[in-house]
């Protein structure tokens, strides 16, 4: 067998042969495990968040004097956004523990896929605190929604508050620095040799002396 490898330029499809994992996929993987418990505290989050605002819109309704259709309209908006962050939270926690789960196995596809994702969500969650900040600092909304936004920050647990800026960190650069790491050589050379240690066995062709 071991002369039919060398000739074939391939290794046999062992667990003895199989590559150690280097320290760039491993500490890129934890880091996007971090990523990834991050993501399902900010969907809990968002969770307890629209419930607290759905309580608290008949409160801020009755001190503004709004309308009933004006509270409505904003219930409805607030189960909307609240229940959209949840999911894309949720599901990109998802996709990045599958993804994470097939690279520690050596999956080269998985790795290009992983890497897509890990910047997209860089990307994204520094484009949201950038609109969150905007939103901030040029509010001109009614005075029901102000004081509806006023009283969900004043209410949320100093805990949480407290979270959000190193959160929203863990968001933006984790994915950039796992990224670089599944990208370095070390890493790359891991997956080529576990891309030929999976490769299949060459086939028994039938010995001839010649054509007779």
């Keep these: 067998m071991a002369k039919r490898a060398a000739a074939t330029g391939r290794l046999p499809t062992t667990e003895g042969n199989r590559p150690t994992q ?10 996007l495990g971090i990523v990834v418990v991050t993501l399902l505290a900010a969907a809990a989050h968002s969770i307890e968040a629209t419930i607290r605002v759905q309580r608290l819109l008949p409160q801020v309704a009755k001190a503004t004097g709004a309308t009933q259709s004006q509270m409505a309209q904003e219930r409805i908006i607030n ?14 926690a998802a996709v990045l523990a599958a993804l994470a789960v097939w690279v520690q196995r050596g999956h080269q596809t998985a ?22 900040g905007r939103s901030t600092s040029e509010s001109s909304e009614s005075l029901f929604v102000e004081e509806l936004a006023r009283l969900t920050v004043a209410t949320q647990p100093s805990w949480v508050s407290a979270l959000e800026l190193p959160s929203r960190a863990v968001g933006i650069v984790l994915p950039l620095v796992a990224l670089a790491l599944l990208l370095m050589p070390p890493s790359n050379r891991f997956f080529r040799q576990q891309r030929a ?8 062709l039938p010995m001839t002396d010649g054509i007779k």
Aim: hydrophobic share 60%; net charge positive.
């Design 22 to 31: 280097p320290w760039t996929v491993t500490v890129a993987l934890v880091l």
């Design 79 to 92: 189960a909307a956004i609240g229940l959209a962050l949840t999911a894309v939270q949720g599901l990109v």
């Design 111 to 132: 790795r290009i896929m992983l890497v897509a994702v890990a910047g997209l969500l860089s990307t994204c969650c520094s484009w949201g605190a950038g609109i969150a």
């Design 197 to 204: 240690v999976t490769l299949p066995p060459a086939r028994n």
